[in-house]
């Protein structure tokens, strides 16, 4: 019989599964603070355990860790992490320190199925999703005691690798487990949800009420264009996408982020900009403008400064608030997939011939 892994648990299911062995509800407490605050890695470390339960639980549960196989810095202080998976995956982490704030960008799949032209994670097609567990731990990691620097606020994206609406049960479980008192106790305030658009998907994301940020990539104004950069535009073209998110549910001032790649001559002309404020009309929203990050054998390009700067200026003089995404970390690649991209590149080139 396999092992469950108690990171992938809520403390309800922690309980259960006590409670079925006849203990009280304070164990669950225990355990959790084990998990959770004081980072055990083995049911063995939770020494106010009663060794009789340890040894129960030790035969069905147990505790993962990633393994960190590489850490890069950026000269902007953009710092990016290769995690080892259990069975041998590979997973990426970005860290962006920002006085005594940081946001940790967490991956939730292995690759990604949804084929953006313009995207490293989508080469290769998906993996896998993953378990909660390894994208809570991506988290986890820095807050080992002793590990990193301690920082007031720490804010989380999930814009890493894969789309966080196809591992639907990985990210709103980990989400729940970020959030809880009893889990990492980050505020959902904190926490922003990025999605290629899966409407359906985002409609039972809304009904799961978990009060975090939303951020849509939008990437186009016109169904023509995005069908042909994201694929999954044919399933859910722009109006239907468009009506979930002004049904998703949002706290008075929260506003969802419509994230827009900037293609050169693709998506980035004046009209596009005049089509954008037309589409986002009525919708509590902002705008994130994102200058492509230049990827291997793309055929795609970042448009010039001025180009963007006109595209952006034409939407806040037309009452869409909007930023511009300085590319951190372009040093090191920190754009999504790109260290793994790197690595397989790297393991390709020195793997021998045959
Ligand atoms: N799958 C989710 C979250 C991960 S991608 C999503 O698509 O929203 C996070 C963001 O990075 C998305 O807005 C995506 O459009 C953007 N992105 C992907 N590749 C990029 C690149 N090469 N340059 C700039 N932005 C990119
Ligand atoms: Fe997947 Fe997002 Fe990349 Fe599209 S942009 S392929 S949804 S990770």
Redesign the pocket.
């Given at each position: 019989m396999s092992l469950t892994d108690l990171r992938d648990l809520r403390r309800d299911e922690i309980a259960a599964f006590l409670a079925a062995q006849g203990e009280l509800d304070f164990r669950a407490r225990q355990v959790c603070q084990w998990v959770y605050k004081r980072q055990a890695t083995s049911v063995q470390q939770m020494t106010d355990l009663p060794e009789v339960l340890r040894q129960r639980l030790q035969k069905q549960m147990y505790v993962s860790t990633l393994s960190l196989l590489r850490r890069q810095r950026s000269e902007d202080g953009t710092e990016k992490l290769l995690f080892g998976v259990e069975d041998g995956n590979r997973i990426e982490t970005v860290l962006i320190p920002r006085g005594d704030k940081r946001t940790i960008c967490v991956s939730?799949q292995v690759g990604?199925a949804?084929g953006?032209r313009?995207?490293?994670?989508a080469q290769g097609g998906l993996v896998r999703s993953l378990r909660p567990a390894e994208i809570v731990g991506q988290v986890l990691h820095f807050q080992e005691p002793g590990r990193e620097p301690a920082r007031d606020f720490t804010n989380i994206v999930?814009?890493?690798?894969?789309?966080?609406l196809?591992n639907f049960r990985g990210t709103v479980q980990a989400v729940r487990i970020m959030t809880a008192d009893w889990g990492l106790g980050i505020s959902p305030r904190r926490i922003t949800v990025?999605?290629?658009?899966l409407a359906r998907r985002l409609e039972a994301f809304g009904r799961a009420d978990l009060k975090v940020n939303l951020?849509?990539?939008l990437?186009a104004t016109t169904d023509a264009v995005r069908s042909r950069i994201?694929p999954i535009n044919k399933a859910y073209p722009i109006d239907r996408l468009l009506q979930a998110c002004r049904d998703f549910p949002l706290a008075v001032r929260q506003r969802i982020t419509f994230?827009?790649?900037l293609l050169r001559d693709v998506n980035d002309s004046l009209a596009d900009a005049k089509r954008l404020v037309k589409l986002l009309h009525g919708l509590r929203c902002k705008v994130?403008l994102?200058?492509?990050?230049?990827?291997p054998e793309?055929p795609?390009r970042r448009p010039a400064d001025d180009t963007v700067q006109r595209f952006w200026t034409w939407l806040v003089e037309h009452g869409v608030s909007a930023s511009v995404?300085q590319?951190r970390g372009r040093d090191i690649s920190a754009?999504?997939?790109q260290l793994r991209y790197a690595e397989q590149s790297a393991a390709r080139l020195t793997a021998p011939e045959g």
């Open positions: 939730t990604c949804l953006c313009f995207c490293l994670t999930f814009m890493g690798m894969g789309e966080p196809d990025s999605t290629s658009g951020a849509v990539s990437n994201m994230e827009y790649v994130n994102l200058p492509f990050n230049e990827i793309s795609y995404r590319s754009a999504c997939g």
